[in-house]
Protein backbone atom coordinates (compact mmCIF):
# COMPACT_ATOMS: atom_id res chain seq x y z
CA UNK A 1 0.00 0.00 0.00
CA UNK A 2 1.13 3.00 -0.93
CA UNK A 3 0.21 6.94 0.56
CA UNK A 4 1.65 10.49 1.00
CA UNK A 5 0.97 12.51 3.59
CA UNK A 6 2.15 16.47 3.57
CA UNK A 7 4.17 17.46 6.61
CA UNK A 8 3.29 21.06 6.53
CA UNK A 9 -0.83 20.41 7.02
CA UNK A 10 -0.82 16.77 7.54
CA UNK A 11 -3.49 16.27 4.58
CA UNK A 12 -3.42 13.06 3.47
CA UNK A 13 -3.30 10.75 -0.59
CA UNK A 14 -5.28 7.76 1.16
CA UNK A 15 -3.79 4.67 0.15
CA UNK A 16 -3.92 2.57 -3.27
CA UNK A 17 -2.77 -1.46 -3.49
CA UNK A 18 0.61 -1.90 -5.61
CA UNK A 19 1.46 1.23 -7.07
CA UNK A 20 2.94 4.79 -5.82
CA UNK A 21 1.77 6.90 -9.07
CA UNK A 22 -1.65 7.96 -7.68
CA UNK A 23 0.13 9.17 -4.59
CA UNK A 24 2.88 11.11 -6.34
CA UNK A 25 0.42 12.80 -8.69
CA UNK A 26 -1.66 13.62 -5.63
CA UNK A 27 1.22 15.54 -3.97
CA UNK A 28 1.91 17.65 -6.92
CA UNK A 29 -1.76 18.60 -7.26
CA UNK A 30 -1.56 18.79 -3.51
CA UNK A 31 1.70 21.50 -3.99
CA UNK A 32 -0.25 23.21 -7.34
CA UNK A 33 -2.88 24.32 -4.89
CA UNK A 34 -1.02 24.76 -1.78
CA UNK A 35 2.23 26.21 -3.27
CA UNK A 36 3.86 26.46 0.36
CA UNK A 37 3.51 23.06 1.19
CA UNK A 38 6.06 21.02 -0.24
CA UNK A 39 7.18 17.94 1.64
CA UNK A 40 5.63 15.14 2.22
CA UNK A 41 5.67 11.57 4.43
CA UNK A 42 5.67 8.75 1.93
CA UNK A 43 3.69 6.14 3.86
CA UNK A 44 4.74 2.54 2.64
CA UNK A 45 2.63 -0.49 4.47
CA UNK A 46 3.16 -4.17 3.30
CA UNK A 47 1.90 -7.24 4.77
CA UNK A 48 3.23 -10.01 6.28
CA UNK A 49 1.22 -13.48 6.51
CA UNK A 50 2.17 -15.81 9.26
CA UNK A 51 1.09 -19.89 9.08
CA UNK A 52 2.44 -22.45 11.81
CA UNK A 53 4.46 -25.23 10.67
CA UNK A 54 3.64 -28.50 10.48
CA UNK A 55 3.23 -30.35 14.00
CA UNK A 56 2.03 -26.67 15.52
CA UNK A 57 -1.36 -27.23 17.10
CA UNK A 58 -2.47 -24.07 15.68
CA UNK A 59 -2.21 -25.23 12.13
CA UNK A 60 -5.69 -26.85 12.66
CA UNK A 61 -7.18 -23.57 12.89
CA UNK A 62 -5.68 -22.54 9.37
CA UNK A 63 -7.93 -25.49 7.64
CA UNK A 64 -11.07 -24.12 8.87
ZN1 LIG B 1 -0.56 20.48 2.83
Known amino acids: MYGA ?3 TCGE ?5 D ?5 AEVWALKHTDSH ?6 RAIITSFWR ?3 AEGNPHR ?3 AS
Open 5 to 7: ECT
Open 12 to 16: SSGAT
Open 18 to 22: GESLP
Open 35 to 40: PAHRTF
Open 50 to 52: VSP
Open 60 to 62: ALE
